[in-house]
């Protein structure tokens, strides 16, 4: 929904080609581009007019595109989140490494610009050392069409996976990458649909910093109201559209909801109408000398006696910020701040979630991956 | 501040007496009132006037003070917490049993109106079960004017005591009383304020809810944008005043600070023009078939499809339900929600967090409460 629009708008990205199972969508994206529309990614992968793939297909399938992808020397831009299990993860980036390609693991709400100007507000020192970050996010996210695998936890279903991944990335971006410990808590409320769509838990960095991720996907209070009325697209929310998740699925069964989502990819005709930058829910950060709150259009400042505001620049088009790292992978070959390994530690932390949640325990992390341009400050 | 307008109000409380060690205090009481000051408790204790007393003073006195007033056979009403050590609760428990005396824990913020609605909502099961609670609270508590031991944790100063108290005593009274285990992280941030101004929690119930807690004192963020702009005390917040706390502290030193804190005490001609109930930041309460968001005036309700809005009376005085509570102990022999036993498991909560903060892992919690009006429900 955002990235057609994203490519469109940046005269720095030419679509040439494209692979999906579908016929309609494949038609649709050559009428529209003048491309290639190919039905296996191989081919996609061997075409040599393409320098980068963005692999946008469902979780499971990442391992096996990224691997492709990779073989074929292409530059990739894959999806959050990298995978499900740390196997494939792993694999994903030894493959990468191997073929000397870049990687980035995006788009993800850490690229948007509120997040990455309050990282370098952070990082710069102007408001002392970060102490602890607070993000929440209640959304409709478990009530939005579904395939089924995708109300299936160990088949990367549920808010872990597609939603916790969005806030691990915030959080880790503003407190520089290196979690040290998990504690977590989750729920799976609807027995209909019975993955997790809630959970709450408590980070520690190495910095020192602490952090609070909340986040609940079952379409009841609606943080956005708290961002000024912005939805995580960007888009401003329509006063009646209250409780409409939740009563496009009712009397779907499982096989129209499926049918339902699929009018989702390419072709189907939806796009948002975005006028300020994504979100993921209200975000606290807490400094010595200042609370930094992120908008969708800028840093709320705190400050010790006074408030003040810092704008974040919106487009020209959405998700600039995204191809802005993918050109200064492919022409520079500068490496993206959100790389495989980045990915991988996001990745290992939604698993951490659910092993706390399990034991009741906290986790201690091992695979964490320090912001590269955040190296030399701290 | 309150506890003068809301005896003032209530024409079923008369002040007859009062002990307080400052000339001026008294004098103004004799003055208001026409009643009797005394410099000494035990003069107070003795008067056969009295039906009960309201301790208001410095925590570590809460001992001594709640002792006197048993053994005289008075009735107490006194300020959370109940005091800083399990030992000293413990003590204060068993000497209001002996006596056959009636001990109200308050007021907290377990007594404002809207979460008194919010756990009857719960209870009454209509919305289904309870599965998580948020409640969250950035305020300038740590910057308030303070008399040196109030920012010292072992003495019960910092956030712990006195305000982490009224976060446990709103989520316990939500979700039945019966908390299993909490694990939490603190900040002490300040070096010239060196207590804990922050800490967040994550703590299980009995009944399967899950709970998360923040707390923030360093006068930055403020979360009362969140509440319609209503303070604490129910008052409409000024829209010029951020950052006045800090400001009022710039330059002082110690003692000025505590001359400061001083002129709070009765005859301080300090009170509140309260237009609202009072409330302790945001609290979202997620139950199965809708969210409840405490706001000043009542709950609102994100329901499946619908949204809607559920009043909770404010008024006449501020802190009826706290009167309310002490008439039904005093006059029907009626025990309370928060009785010492009730005060003394939220009070185990805030050794818990501290315990927590330091040993890096959850901690059990054996001393809990059921809430007295909930058995047999769930």
Redesign the interface.
Known sequence: MLMVPTFDADSRVKLTAAAAPREESRNAFEKEYGGTGYAAIEDLCADPSVEAIYIATPHQMHVDHVLAAARAGKHILVEKPLAISMEDADKMVAAVREAGVHMIVGPSHSFDPPVDLAAQLIESGEFG?L??I?A?N?TDFLYRPRRPEELRTEEGGGVLFSQAIHQIDVVRRLAGGMAK?I???T?A??PKRPTEG?F???M?FETGC?A?L?Y?G?????SDI?MNDVGELGQRKQPGA??GA??ALMDLDPEEEARLKTTRTFGGGKTVDAKHNEHFGPV?A?C?R??L?LTPDGIEV??????SFIEAKFGPAPRRTVIDALVAAVREDEPPVQTGEWGLASLEVCHAILQSADT???VELQRQYRTKHREGTQ
């Open positions: 050392q102490r602890m607070q929440l209640y410990n504690y977590a808590m729920g409320w609807d809630a709450t838990a408590l520690n602490i609070n909340t609940s079952y379409a009841h209070f609606d708290w209250y409780g939740r009563r606290i807490l010595d200042a609370d709150k705190f400050g010790d006696t006074e408030r009741g325990q906290p």
